[in-house]
């Protein structure tokens, strides 16, 4: 039995989409394997991977380059979704990103355009205007957003009025399960479409050996491999679309496969319990900010360099701080256990290296750190 595509509103979306973080180059743009770029978008559209997923900032703009490649000659089958970054949400600044992703992309309207992330120091209410006139003027045709709270949530629906949210996006995976609590249940009741990114933990399936095992055992248990039986778990928590991005051939038809998993009450209520990580709360000063130095983003390693923010992140980590007290919420910052330290540290900053500063800003260092430990 295969699965239908998800419906939302009027609108069919497949069962399974495709990212394209990496695609063209991570932040840069990568030039060097192009072709079996385009080849891997195209064989998942085959497949039935119909609902693709890029941004103006993967790959410097060069994946949405290769979408639109992949996309040439079959655009009205496919469903594009873009993302404009939170540096260029005052409204003519949306609307020149909005050009250059159409130019891009090579196409006259981008199907869902979402806000990459938001951005606390430009009022919301000047993006989203910026978003409905790029609706009405036929160049977008469905407005989302990607890493918002619920608060941000429920705010952007009050500005939108009568026009819908079409669609949140988080993460969500079996290490990260925190949309559960309230973001997925307010989309259900919404009818908010919610678009699960990272959700095979950027290839690891799960963080952590002990859930691991659990669900190697689940596996063998449906005759299906692990990886599709995340995301058949992850589908089967509401109007969920899981977009894994995936070059191999074989992870490519393994995705696809998924939507033709089922997945009884019984093994859901199994793995509800034990595929599950909780977040810990740990003192600030127990995790080594800057364990390294090298990849995309710089790092702070202590709370004046996060203050002043030298690097110029924007949001910067007081802005976020800001957000954090308005909405007393954060996505869990991730950490991995400190081997053989000298006893300062116990744990390594793995992931939310700027959230990580603005929750210590936010509360002088007084509160405890969400945190996620990955093995
Ligand atoms: P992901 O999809 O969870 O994982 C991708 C990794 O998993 C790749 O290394 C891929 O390898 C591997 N993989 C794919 N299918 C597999 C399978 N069946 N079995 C085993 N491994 C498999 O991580 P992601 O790329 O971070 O997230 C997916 C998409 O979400 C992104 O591409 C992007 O579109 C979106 N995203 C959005 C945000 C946001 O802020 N809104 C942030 C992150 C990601 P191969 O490539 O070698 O096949």
Redo the contacts with the bound molecule.
């Keep these: 039995m295969t699965l239908p595509p998800l419906e939302i509103g009027d609108k069919n979306v497949s069962a399974i989409g495709q ?5 063209g180059g991570r932040f840069t743009s990568d030039r060097s394997r192009d072709s079996e770029q385009i080849a891997a978008l195209g064989l998942g559209i085959d497949l039935g991977m119909t609902f693709i ?3 103006e900032i ?1 790959g410097g703009g060069h994946s949405e380059e290769l979408v639109g490649e992949a996309v040439a000659g079959r655009r009205d089958s496919v469903f594009v979704a873009s ?1 404009v970054s939170p540096s260029h949400l005052t409204a003519d600044a949306l609307i020149l990103a909005c050009e250059n992703s159409l130019r891009r992309l090579k196409t006259d309207r981008i199907d869902l355009y ?1 806000i ?2 938001p951005n606390p120091s430009i009022p919301l209410e000047e993006t989203l205007g910026g978003l409905l006139r790029l609706r009405e003027q036929g160049k977008i045709r469905h407005i989302g957003v ?2 918002f709270s619920l608060p941000e949530l429920k705010h952007t629906r009050s500005i939108l009025g009568s026009t819908p949210l079409f669609s949140v ?3 969500y ?1 079996l290490f990260e399960r925190t949309p559960e609590n309230e973001i997925i249940p307010w989309c259900v009741k919404e009818g908010v479409l919610f678009i699960a ?7 690891r ?1 799960v963080g952590s050996a002990a859930v691991r095992r659990n669900l190697a055992k689940f596996a063998q248990m449906i005759g299906c ?4 039986l995340v995301l058949a778990f992850l589908r089967s928590q509401g109007p969920v679309l899981p ?6 051939d ?3 038809r ?2 696809a496969g998924a939507s033709e998993v089922v997945l009884s009450a019984d093994i859901k209520r199994q793995m509800d319990t034990k595929c599950r990580i909780e977040v810990k709360l740990v003192p600030w000063r127990h995790i080594r900010p800057a364990p390294n130095t090298s990849g995309d983003h710089a790092v702070y390693k202590s709370i004046e360099e996060a203050r002043a923010n030298l690097a110029g992140h924007s949001p910067s980590p007081m802005d976020l701080a800001m957000e954090i007290i308005r909405n007393d919420d954060i996505k869990p910052i991730r950490v991995t256990p400190v081997l053989g330290g000298d006893g300062t540290f116990r744990y390594d900053l793995a992931e939310g290296r700027i959230r990580f500063w603005a929750w210590v800003l936010a509360f002088d260092g007084e509160r405890d750190v969400p945190v996620l430990l990955r093995d």
């Design positions: 990212g394209c973080m990496g695609i997923d890029t941004a993967y993302k979402q990459h992330w990607s890493n996006q988080t993460e995976n990114y990272s959700p095979l933990d950027q290839g399936l491999t692990q990886s599709q977009i894994p991005k995936a070059l191999c074989e992870h490519i393994e995705n």
